[in-house]
């Protein structure tokens, strides 16, 4: 089959891929110059989510203070702003916590099954670091995280609980005062670079062949038809509009469309008749070089609650988190600058609080960028409206490396084959469960 694939982040050229490694023919479109240019640029280094760091459950807004969630409530929130919220608190109940995370375990096996099979193919190397160290302030915080680390021995998840001794000698560059209530180590669990991943899968895909980059172009419409699909793309900035060929409408067609665009799958899909409640979540990146080698961590260190993660790379630590929840119809306009400082203030304090002297927070190059969360937690992957139109979105800030297994689900579902994970969490992720 031909397949178009909307996107060039790490959801479009995983899928991409897949799609390739399953015989399709794939033409991926990218609005920017190249692949990973957009959200997957900024994104933290965690490979995949625990429970300690999926969007939902007992710690997200757990308190509307700002400082202590880490999560910045932008002023003029609307209704459906305010409804997704309250959606997403229903899930801080642990049962319920439970279920949803329940349903996202096999998607994160399959993510990390499909990882080791590329990396072992290719032989990547993307600056993977094995340790993740999550740190917790107050033993109020370790309440908050009981009903996380009950579904870490549910599900069998290795781990290791830590006092504030035993952190600060496992890993030399956090500090011990003031007082802090403890850790959970994954020294399983991986950080990496997920832009220079996501252009390593295109360079394998450039040798291999069978998929075609267009970059620098932008789909404005889907059109389904049949048993055909296609899409319509913008003219190309410059382009002028006083000759017939700019007034034409450029057309690619192909047997299948996947939509993997992120924030920009939402008003495509609208255009067909499918309105997905994902939110848009704007984040922040610093990029700061290591200031002083003897206080830089050699694993990735986590605020467990403020949901900031700072992963070394090479002589840089990257520092991600600094999330701002506004309302949907301001995303495209640009941050205040008071809450811009606001939100890289969070990420350059909790450098200092738990590793002071290891980043020059000075030097740093700042990212920001939007993040889509659904109102249950779990990505939007699956068939949509039209046998052959598909969907891989809604991942969110954590765990770059589920887009992966996100990409096998759809090579699947596009090849008629069965996907490897329960009906149950294949029914939970399929993009028409909101209607």
């Not at 939509?259 to 899909?269: F, I, K, R, T, Y």
């Not at 003897?294 to 990257?318: F, G, Q, T, Y």
Request: hydrophobic residues 45%; proline residues 6%.
């Amino acid at each position: 089959m031909d397949v178009i694939v909307i996107g060039g982040g790490i959801a479009g050229v995983a899928t991409a891929y897949q799609l390739r490694a399953a015989g399709h023919r794939v033409c991926v479109v990218e609005r920017h110059a190249t692949v990973a240019q957009g959200a997957t640029y900024g994104h933290g280094g965690t490979v995949l989510p625990t429970p300690l760091d999926v969007w939902f459950g007992p710690t997200f807004m757990a308190s509307r203070q700002n400082a202590k969630n880490g999560v910045i409530n932008k002023a003029g929130f609307n209704g459906p702003a305010r409804q997704f919220v309250k959606q997403l608190a229903a899930l801080q109940d642990p049962n319920e916590f439970g279920h949803q995370y329940g349903l996202l375990r096999p998607l994160i096996e399959l993510s990390r099954e499909t990882m080791a099979d590329v990396e072992s193919r290719f032989g990547l190397e993307f600056e993977q670091t094995s340790g993740l160290l999550y740190l917790v302030r107050s033993p109020q915080e370790w309440e908050l995280l009981r009903p996380a680390i009950g579904l870490l021995r549910l599900h069998e998840v290795p781990h290791h609980e830590l006092t504030p001794a035993e952190c600060a000698a496992f890993e030399h560059s956090v500090r011990t005062e003031p007082e802090f209530a403890g850790g959970v180590l994954f020294d399983q669990e991986r950080t990496a670079n997920a832009p220079l991943f996501a252009k390593l899968i295109k360079q394998a895909l450039d040798t291999q062949g069978g998929v075609q980059f267009m970059q620098g172009c932008e789909v404005s419409a889907i059109r389904l038809d049949g048993q055909r699909a296609s899409v319509e793309l913008a003219p190309r900035p410059g382009a002028g509009s006083t000759t017939a060929r700019s007034r034409e409408v450029d057309v690619v067609h192909a047997d299948a469309v996947v939509v993997a665009a992120g924030h920009g799958s939402l008003p495509l899909l609208e255009r067909l008749g499918l309105r997905l409640p994902l939110h848009p979540l704007r984040l922040h990146t610093l990029v700061a070089p290591i200031a002083h080698e003897e206080c830089a961590p050699h694993v990735a260190i986590v605020d467990a609650v403020k949901r900031i993660a700072i992963s070394r790379m090479n002589h840089r630590l990257r520092i991600a988190g600094g999330a701002v929840l506004q309302s949907a119809g301001q995303v495209d306009k640009p941050l205040g600058e008071a809450v811009t400082k606001e939100a890289l203030a969070l990420l350059g304090q909790a450098t200092h609080d738990w590793i002071p002297g290891a980043a020059r927070i000075s030097a740093a190059l700042s990212w920001e960028g939007v993040k889509l969360l659904s109102p249950d937690g779990l990505p939007v992957v699956g068939n949509a409206l039209h046998p052959r139109l598909f969907v891989n979105a809604g991942h969110g800030p954590a765990g770059w490396g589920l887009a992966c297994g996100s990409a096998k689900l759809i090579a699947d579902l596009v090849s008629g084959a069965t996907p490897d994970v329960p009906a149950d969490t294949l029914a939970a992720l399929r993009p028409e469960r909101f209607r």
